[in-house]
């Protein structure tokens, strides 16, 4: 069964500063990489996918990440933080699983920016 | 894509009493799912709904407290039974992502008391 590991509970960084969000995975194939945003009272919104091809991949806001198959791993990476980006970042992989399609989450990153 | 419609949004239920949320895909989709979020925490699989079968539970969930509906291909419905004030979190349902994404509803937020 896949998982993901998200060990950063919580990231303060300042206002223009640049961010890296971890996420390793495990899964015994290619997987399906995602990371979500999710905004206080907000519901999930798409930040980049990965599927196959190029392994680094660029998202919405300015955000990009790069899939590194020898480490597992998956991390999200912003060169300089708006205010706006304070919210809880979630990472998930995918995978075919006789014919079940669900994405398993991680635990999530709190970020907070500070003026 | 997918738009996808939640309802309610949010409620405030009696302990005991029993809650649907439905939720209304604008496109047909094979599977869809439904998550929890408990407070402060990840979103977690409850089932897979299929169309003209019986939902997939996740471990640790089961039917008599989670039943699940799939009536056509467009539109589902989770019951929360016999609440009690753990079952406050927040329920979401996504669509199978097929080769782009995957969708979710905004989320029935539910707090029990």
């Keep these: 069964a896949q998982s993901v590991t998200q060990p950063d509970i919580h990231i303060t960084v300042s206002e223009g500063a640049s961010l890296e969000l971890r996420c390793n995975y495990s899964y015994g194939a290619t997987p399906y990489l995602f990371w979500y945003v999710q905004s206080p009272g907000q519901g999930l919104q798409l930040l980049l996918k990965y ?10 806001k300015g955000f ?6 020898s480490q597992s791993s998956f991390n999200l990476r ?11 970042y979630f990472c998930a992989v995918g995978a075919k699983v006789t014919g079940r399609r669900a994405l398993t989450f991680g635990s999530g990153t709190r970020l907070q920016v500070q003026p | 894509s997918a738009v996808i419609s939640q309802k309610p949004s949010r409620d405030i239920c009696q302990r005991g009493t029993s809650l649907t949320i439905q939720c ?3 496109s047909q989709v094979t599977m869809m799912f439904w998550y929890r979020q ?3 925490q990840s979103l977690t699989l409850i089932a897979t709904a299929n169309q003209g079968s019986e939902a997939t539970y996740e471990s640790g969930f089961v039917i008599d407290k989670f039943p699940i509906s799939r009536p056509n ?4 419905t989770l019951t929360v039974s016999n609440m009690s004030p753990e079952d406050s979190s927040i329920y979401l349902c996504s669509v199978d992502f097929g080769s782009t994404e995957a969708f979710f509803g ?6 029990v008391v």
């Design chain 2, 38 to 40: 408990q407070p402060g």
């Design chain 2, 106 to 111: 905004q989320g029935t937020r539910l707090t």
């Design chain 1, 78 to 88: 912003k060169p300089s933080v708006h205010w706006s980006d304070a919210a809880e």
């Design chain 1, 64 to 69: 990009e990440a790069e899939f590194k198959r």
């Design chain 2, 73 to 76: 291909l467009t539109f589902s």
């Design chain 1, 51 to 60: 599927f196959s091809g190029d392994t680094l991949v660029q998202g919405i």
């Design chain 2, 24 to 26: 209304q895909v604008d």
